[in-house]
């Protein structure tokens, strides 16, 4: 997967190029919009990531640029405005997805993610059906069991669970968790989520060496099989 | 524009306040004076003219009857020059050189021929005769003409006589010239007295008021950011300047108090970077020098931690200064603020009760209103925090939602110890935090900025559990 950056803040650059090329992806950083526009315009990329504050040409300019010439490469807009408006704007204008400064490298790469999976062929008909090692989820039934024990929990808990097992291996950052599954875009100032991922790890991981849900401190959850 | 300009005199207001009530005053002065003028030289006129129609009149009858008599013309000249002398006298020290002639008036009479019977009057009498000499001169009406030698114009009266002839009898008209002249005099200098008078007078006042707003606009150059506290003095009385001078103060001292605001907070927030700032570079510092990879990992978490907190600082105070800058766009939707509420407590209950907290939701069913449900969730999610933090085990709190007349009321009370009195008159302050509280200060800020957003308004209540209550009174639909 190769990844063209625009971004002018040369530490921004230098961290996301570090950060990517561990995720496995190739990254061609750029610092400004001139240098960024032949690049995209010869289509080599799978997806842009675009600074908005750029000097010279505007990030929101180079977007246009693009869409102009008929590149319909996904588009995940960095931004440190963070008003509703211009987040709009910016979605508007020919951007797929914004994240603001600062960000979560997590935030970043599940983003990416769906980006990718959104422009690429289509997904298989959704399972009905998720296993992680001994940990069964019947999404029809709304029912979990571990081994031969049915869980049981509640209705935000199965969908906690669940966002946990689609993203096996990969870790969610809080503010993630607020969004997809308590559609909360704020940080609160209580420790609530970790409160509710610990009474769902109490009943996943009860009585069992083989933990799934893992705290990685600073960064968030992961659920991953032993 | 500077004081100094403003001193240009042209251009004060001073002398436009003055100069136009003077004019004004000038012109209405000189109207009526030249209207009494008017009617005085009217009524010298024609009381001449009055002397000069009885008097003729008179002198014609005596001619008609004892001009034809022995001795008739001897008696004649003796009724005339008697008239004559008390017209003289009546005029006694109508200046001009021509006064120091023995007479002013005259007496002709003509035969039918036009040739002079007659005369008396002034030495001198041919330019008279000749000037009298005009046949078409009406009898018994008024009429003036000149004499050369005269300066002045002369004033008559013919009467013609049935057996033909005529008599004339007429006076200088100097006196009437000269009460005229008198008066005009006297009238042009009152009229200068008053417009002197009135213009000084209404000078002195408008400075005597605009001086006021000069000491105000004295006092608004001294102000800057470092000297807020400079007040203008307010003039006695309730008049309009004291007025402006009341309304000003009352700006500075709104003024002052966000100064002082802008300058707590500032303060606040830069001690408040300061210490996760320290935490998170020790904690980093710590990772560096740190040799085992675990101790390492922790540290750096810890750090990551204390970044999260540190953001979430500067997004609530940039989200506080939008709300309260009017920033904010509202994105109204309608919903249920009781099945909001609901699920914020859901959310929250696990904390709520690891806490050793209970919560009771009282909710009327369907409270509708129209408002934008993610900030009110952020409120709701503040008011939960905030009891989740400052309560202790085992109190109890309570969430109520009802409708009343005016909109939607949401109060959120407990049995707790109540806020301190030093929070109790600006808890919904920035920064507005008690002595052992660890939080922001700014999630009751954040709280109220949204209500007050929603064109409703949050307020401290008296709870009936004991401790603290807050209420939040929201208009069913958003205004802004």
């Known amino acids: 997967m190769r990844i063209l950056l625009v971004e002018d803040d040369p530490a921004i650059r230098d961290f996301l190029r570090r950060a990517l090329t561990e995720e496995g992806y190739t990254l061609t950083p750029c610092g400004t919009a001139e240098e960024a526009l032949p690049l995209a315009l010869a ?41 509703v ?48 090692a001994d940990l069964e989820m019947d999404l029809l039934r709304r029912e979990a069991r571990r081994g031969d024990r049915i869980l049981d929990l509640t ?42 991922i610990h009474r769902l790890r109490t009943k996943v991981d009860k009585d069992t060496e083989r933990k799934l849900i893992h705290t990685m401190r600073g960064a968030g959850y992961v659920l991953k099989e032993p | 524009m500077s004081l100094k300009n403003r001193r240009n005199l042209w251009h004060t207001a001073t002398w436009r306040l003055g100069l136009l009530p003077s004019v004004v005053f000038a012109a209405g002065t000189g109207l009526s004076l030249l209207l009494a003028f008017t009617l005085v030289n009217s009524m010298v006129r024609s009381r001449t003219e009055t002397w000069l129609r009885g008097e003729s009149a008179l002198l014609a009858e005596l001619v008609e009857d004892s001009l034809d008599q022995p001795g008739g013309l001897a008696f004649i000249r003796t009724q005339a020059s008697h008239a004559l002398t008390e017209i003289d006298e009546e005029k006694l020290g109508t200046g001009g050189d021509e ?31 000749r000037a009298l000499d005009r046949p078409e001169i009406r009898s018994g009406a ?30 200088w008209d100097l006196e009437a010239m000269a009460l005229n002249r008198r008066l005009a005099w006297l009238f042009v200098w009152t009229w200068l ?24 606009a004295v006092a608004a150059e001294s102000i800057d950011s470092q000297q807020l506290d400079v007040r203008v003095p307010v003039p006695r009385g309730r008049n309009e300047i004291a007025f402006l001078a009341m ?54 978490a810890v750090a990551l931690d204390g970044l999260d907190k540190l953001l979430r600082i500067l997004d609530t105070n940039l989200d506080i200064a939008e709300a309260e800058g009017g920033a904010l766009r509202l994105n109204l939707q309608d919903l249920d603020l009781s099945i909001l509420a609901g699920e914020m407590i859901s959310f929250y209950m696990p904390v709520i009760e690891e806490k050793g907290l209970s919560l009771f939701l009282v909710q009327a069913p369907a409270v509708r209103l129209r408002a934008d449900a993610d900030l009110l969730r952020r409120a709701l999610a503040n008011l939960l925090d905030n009891a989740v933090r400052h309560l202790p085990a085992g109190c109890r709190v309570e969430v109520q939602v009802k409708q009343t007349p005016g909109g939607i009321l949401l109060t959120i009370s407990d049995d707790g110890p109540g806020f301190p009195d030093s929070l109790q008159d600006h808890a919904f302050d920035r ?46 639909a958003a205004t802004a």
């Open chain 1, 43 to 83: 289509q080599e990329h799978d997806i842009f990531i675009v600074d908005l504050n750029l000097a010279g040409m505007d990030g929101l300019d180079f977007i246009q640029r693009c869409r102009g010439q008929g590149i319909t490469t996904p588009v995940l807009i960095l931004s440190a405005r963070r008003s």
């Open chain 1, 155 to 196: 209705s935000r808990e199965f969908a906690l669970l669940e966002y946990l097992c689609r993203n096996r291996n990969r870790v969610i950052s809080r503010t993630m968790i607020l969004d997809q599954v308590w559609d909360i875009r704020f940080d609160p100032a209580t420790n609530v989520v970790d409160v509710h």
């Open chain 2, 99 to 129: 006064a120091a002639a023995d007479t002013t008036a005259f007496f002709l009479l003509t035969d039918a021929g036009g040739g002079e019977k007659l005369w008396i009057g002034p030495a001198g009498k041919g330019p008279f005769l």
């Open chain 2, 247 to 300: 309304t000003f103060n009352r700006m500075l001292d709104r003024i002052e108090a966000s100064v002082h605001q802008i300058r707590v907070m500032t303060d606040a927030l830069a001690h408040d970077l300061r210490s996760p700032v320290t935490a998170i570079r020790g904690h980093l510092e710590l990772a560096a020098t740190q040799p085992d990879s675990h101790s390492r990992k922790e540290a750096v």
């Open chain 1, 85 to 132: 408006d211009e987040r709009v704007q910016g979605l508007e204008e020919g951007g797929d997805d914004y994240l603001t400064k600062p960000f979560a490298l997590a935030e970043l790469l599940a983003r990416l993610r769906s980006l990718l999976r959104r422009a690429g062929p289509p997904e298989q008909e959704a399972s009905t059906r998720i296993v992680v």
């Open chain 2, 142 to 171: 008024p009429f003036v003409f000149r004499v050369s030698g005269w300066s002045n114009r002369f004033r008559a009266i013919r009467h013609l006589l049935p057996g033909g002839g005529s008599v004339t009898l007429g006076v």
């Open chain 2, 431 to 476: 920064f507005a935090r008690g002595q052992s509280s660890e939080g922001s200060g700014l999630g009751l800020a954040l709280v109220r900025a949204v209500i007050r957003a929603h064109g409703g308004e949050a307020t401290l209540g008296r709870s009936v559990l004991g401790g603290a209550m807050i209420c939040l009174d929201l208009p069913r």
């Open chain 2, 193 to 216: 007295g008053l417009f002197i008078l009135g213009s000084t007078m209404s000078w002195l006042l408008a400075r005597s008021i605009l001086r006021g707003v000069e000491r105000i």
